[in-house]
């Protein structure tokens, strides 16, 4: 068995029944536990351990209620599951031997590690955003799809996975996709799962944890921040990408007051509370 396959499934047959169901339960279990690890991490360090020490970085001064949390929680367990079926699909791609994942670094060398960790997130930032995009476009969509989304108005870092199974599966499509066309280390894929799950839940941290300047930096106004996400959470009609702003920006589609809501809270002094 290729090191690729043995990756992707773990050594589980996905032609057989009994491998396809336990394949489904390890994605399942790996994905759901690197939620509750990181999201569970980012709660309790800004939201339960550090809560006074942070109250300065809080973006909107109110929080969601526990049900909240609770339902954010739920949502996210249910896109784990979703997110899972992703999973065998690779399992069953990889041993088709169809990914096109390269163990050996030297076949495109080291200096296309990061440009191929750059060209997964932007490929992927560019389906997010016109998916999200669309799925607000579309009555149809925002009811049955996007809505348990924007359940939460102001979110919490257990809202990063918080989707209807329809919108987790449209989500869910393009990992696959991504590994059938992009040559891709398993370091570099690593990389980008983690940067993945971070991002999703520190988007919707509910503080603002980058530096003073941030927002206007020649380089770093382009990385998105919970800042970012959390004005398209409150005004919906904007900010819909996911790692970058640059579609936003190049579509006219950035919130016009982020810069200086970040620079508010920036403003700040530690000790002093959210107004
Ligand atoms: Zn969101
Ligand atoms: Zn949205």
């Known amino acids: 068995m290729d090191a690729a396959r043995q990756i992707f499934t773990f ?10 169901l336990l394949l489904w339960v390890a994605m399942f279990l790996i994905i759901g536990g690197r939620y509750f690890i990181v999201a569970g991490f980012f709660y309790g360090w800004f939201w339960v351990w550090k809560r006074e020490r942070e109250d300065w970085r809080r973006i909107w001064p109110t929080r969601p209620s526990g049900r909240m949390l609770r339902t954010e929680i739920f949502w996210s367990v249910v896109t784990s599951g979703v ?17 096109r994942v390269y163990m050996d670094i030297g076949e495109y060398g080291w200096w296309y590690l990061p440009v191929s960790l750059f060209l997964l997130l932007f490929l992927h930032d560019t389906y997010f955003y016109f998916t999200h995009r669309w799925m607000h476009a579309s009555r149809w969509a925002m009811r049955h799809m996007h809505a348990v989304h924007h359940y939460s108005v102001n979110p919490s870092p257990w809202a990063g996975f918080s989707f209807h199974p329809l ?17 891709t280390h398993p370091v570099v894929l690593l990389l980008f799962l983690i940067i993945m799950t971070v991002t999703g839940i520190t988007n919707h941290l509910g503080y603002e944890i980058w530096w003073r300047g941030f927002a206007r930096h020649p380089v770093t106004r382009y990385w998105i921040n919970a800042t970012h996400h959390s004005l398209h959470h409150k005004h919906f009609s904007c900010n819909y990408g996911l790692y970058f702003t640059f579609w936003d920006r190049w579509l006219g589609t950035e919130a016009s007051g982020y810069p200086e809501l970040y620079d508010q809270i920036q403003s700040r002094r530690p000790g002093t509370q959210a107004a």
Request: proline share 7%; net charge negative; aromatic share 12%.
């Open 167 to 183: 919108e987790g599966a449209v989500q869910a499509l393009i990992i696959p996709v991504l590994l059938l066309v992009v040559p």
């Open 83 to 99: 997110f899972a079926v992703s999973g065998v699909a690779l399992g069953f791609a990889a041993t088709q031997g169809w990914l």
């Open 11 to 20: 050594g589980f047959d996905p032609f057989t029944l009994g491998g396809l």
